[in-house]
């Protein structure tokens, strides 16, 4: 390959990481998976707005250093993907260590994490946290169990005033009708 024809590869993939704001990924080794599997699991990962491509090592490399992301060049050693996209990088490494289980010839080598590289067990552990969707989740019912909590206790003593005024009610009645 020419330098010139390198050249604009390396612009291409500068420009895909600006473009796309690639800044977490995961980084997969798919030696071993034929064809029709590639093209199943892109398919499945497009659906869910993960995408996953194949990277000249060298090329991505030196688009790293020049986006401002050197730390993730140890990453890139033998034949690598990177997938990237979706809600976060833990619905990344989850989706991956599912395919890694049905197809095990796909290996994770690692990820790029918020400015620092992750080796792959560690990129695996990501795949057992929670999203932030679940996280916010979580908050939002822990903040709101204390009010939930005050709203049941006025309820209760109004429901038990309200019977008591009932029930004294009913015997004013039963006395003024006898």
Known sequence: MSKFVKGLLQAQLEKKIKNEAIRDFLVVNTIGLDGVNSNLIRSELRAKGIKLFMVKNSLFKIALRNSQ???????????????????????????????????PVLAIKGAYLDG?????????????????????????????SPARNIAASILAAGSSVAGCLKTISEKNQKQAAA
Not at 76 to 103: L, P
Not at 116 to 144: F, G, H, N
């Open 116 to 144: 620092a590289p992750l080796d792959a067990a560690t990129a695996e552990q990501l795949s057992k946290m929670l999203t932030r969707i679940e996280l916010q989740s979580q908050i939002v019912a822990l903040v709101m």
């Open 69 to 103: 992301m050197e730390k993730a060049v140890p990453l890139f050693e033998g034949a690598c993907a990177v997938a990237y996209g979706g809600e976060s990088i833990v619905d990344i490494a989850r989706q991956m260590v599912n395919w890694k289980k049905k197809m």
